[in-house]
């Protein structure tokens, strides 16, 4: 809309050139005519882009000079009413020059804005993304920790187990053997020897029931003797 209106503003600023340069037959009256007509056309595009707000010194200089050259025509002095036409052209171009550069100079600064703010989303999205890297690489390993803790207290629970299975074993060998009575004391071995002596013309038999754990026949002269030791249990 702006380029629009500087456009015609130029269209404006070419019909007063050619009205400035028409040939001296048609008079300065028409001249000068032609020239308010067009300062107050590019005074019309000025205001209308907004240089009341954006430039109001040139716009106001633009309407003063846009009526001097009026009141100059309506008193007959042609040559300083077109003087004043061009002047009063000249400040509505300054002000819409003015007005496109602020106009141009707001979309830059509009464009930039906008690039930062993709800039900065996009590193926000970055950040975003490698904060829930980091998040998931400790969630990892606060399960990986997690299935190590279960593992070990599983491992100390079996430990506990066999702890108490080992002390109720030994409780019940305890038990056991307090409830068994002591073995009976060892009796004495009984020998049975039979001595069978040999004399020259005599033959005798003894049977002797002895209670000892060896035996040691005695020597006889001229004699033979055999014994026979038997072990039995009473």
Do not use: C, W, Y
């Not at 404006?12 to 000068?32: E, F, V, Y």
């Not at 707000?53 to 008193?75: F, N």
């Not at 003015?98 to 707001?106: L, Y």
């Amino acid at each position: 809309m702006v380029r629009k209106t500087f456009f015609v503003s130029l269209l404006a600023s070419s019909a007063l050139a050619l009205a400035i340069t028409t040939p001296a037959q048609a008079g300065k009256t028409d001249r000068a005519e032609e020239a308010i007509a067009a300062a107050e056309a590019k005074i019309h595009t000025a205001e209308s882009i907004g240089s009341g707000a954006e430039a109001p010194r040139e716009t106001a200089e633009a309407r003063a000079a846009l009526a001097t050259a009026k009141e100059s025509l309506a008193a007959g002095h042609k040559s300083p009413s077109i003087a004043e036409a061009i002047r009063a052209s000249a400040l509505a171009d300054t002000a819409i020059g003015r007005v496109q550069q602020r106009k141009d100079a707001t979309i830059a600064s509009a464009q930039a804005a906008q690039r930062e703010g993709v800039s900065a989303a996009r590193d926000q999205a970055a950040d975003a993304r490698q904060q829930a890297a980091t998040s998931q690489q400790q969630a990892a390993v606060a399960q990986q920790q997690a299935a190590d803790a279960n593992l070990r207290a599983e491992a100390a629970q079996q430990s506990a187990a066999n702890s108490a299975a080992d002390a109720a074993a030994a409780r019940n060998a305890a038990a056991a053997a307090a409830m068994t009575p002591p073995p009976a004391p060892a009796l004495p071995t009984q020998v049975e020897t039979t001595v069978t002596t040999q004399q020259a013309g005599a033959h005798r038999s003894t049977r002797t029931h002895v209670t000892r754990r060896t035996t040691h026949p005695a020597a006889a002269p001229a004699a033979q003797v055999t014994t026979t030791t038997k072990v039995t249990q009473p």
